[in-house]
């Protein structure tokens, strides 16, 4: 059995985009952003007129729950290689 180090290098970054575009398509913000973060860096749909005291993306008025925006604001913490390694898990997991 791969290890996660092993899985990761097996993902793509088409991989991760397609899994924004389903994620997106389901309106799973939180894992939109994850994979955002895992591409580039920062949330693409960040408005840069709607931000937090820590100068990120808010999402406290977009109707998500709290356990969701606990984790969007998680996501939107994470280091690019961190969602990456959990984006990876996603597409594993998905792939059975």
Do not use: F, K, N
Not at 58 to 79: F, N, V
């Amino acid at each position: 059995m791969a290890d996660s180090h092993d899985t990761t290098e097996t993902i793509t970054d088409e991989q991760i985009r397609a899994l924004r575009q389903e994620a997106g398509e389901a309106g799973d913000t939180v894992q939109r952003v994850l994979c955002d973060v895992a591409l580039t860096g920062e949330d693409s749909a960040c408005d840069p007129d709607c931000l937090d005291e820590d100068g990120r993306p808010d999402y406290s008025g977009g109707g998500h729950s709290d356990e969701d925006l606990r984790r969007i604001r998680l996501a939107l913490r994470m280091s690019a290689a961190e969602a990456w390694t959990e984006c990876a898990r996603v597409i594993q997991d998905a792939r059975g």
